[in-house]
């Protein structure tokens, strides 16, 4: 199974942000790297849902690559949805999903 669409909460799109403005922070240009690695857990989803472990109620999770965050993720027919992008160090349990 592919996805022939993938989106995002408006939540996770802030996640997303903050993140990249703490790694800019850090170091211009790591906050691009930090997308880019993004984008490349994003195109390894549409790839290939299921290969990610259902974690609860059809919520699935993928890491980023070099970044320690995890995107949780849960697929409807054809279609993605980007629940919450969080920092390794979070417990899903903080985020509502």
Not at 33 to 42: I, Q
Not at 50 to 76: I, K
Not at 79 to 91: D, K, N, Q
């Amino acid at each position: 199974m592919t996805l022939t669409r993938l989106r995002s909460t408006p939540e996770a799109d802030l996640e997303i942000e903050s993140a990249f403005e703490w790694y800019e922070n850090q170091r211009p240009g790591l906050g691009l790297e930090f997308l880019e690695e993004l984008r490349s857990t994003y195109e390894r989803v549409v790839a290939g849902p299921l290969h990610y472990q259902e974690l609860r109620s059809g919520v699935r999770r993928a890491l980023v690559r070099r970044f320690p965050y995890a995107v949780f993720f849960a697929t409807d027919n054809e279609e993605g949805l980007i629940l919450a992008v969080l920092h390794a160090g979070r417990s899903p349990q903080s985020w509502p999903g």
